[in-house]
């Protein structure tokens, strides 16, 4: 499954709120795994160390879209 948005960020814990408003979910507070990344358990939104940028997501490339297998 592809996740909602992928958010690059520059700490080791991120706050997530599903965007707030309405369509939002209560702030959760998430630590960035040994891997460098972490999924809101609440939206899917994928949050990824700066430092990892350049690493894709599991089943996704670098910007984002699904990963091209080779031939």
Known sequence: MQPFEI???DKQTVAC??????GGH???YLNLG???KIECPY???LFIHESKRGTPAAGTSAGG??????P
Do not use: E
């Open 7 to 9: 958010v690059y960020v």
């Open 17 to 22: 709120d599903g965007s707030g408003g309405v």
């Open 26 to 28: 209560p702030r959760v």
């Open 34 to 36: 040994a891997d460098g």
């Open 43 to 45: 939206c899917s939104r």
């Open 65 to 70: 879209a699904p990963a091209a297998s080779k």
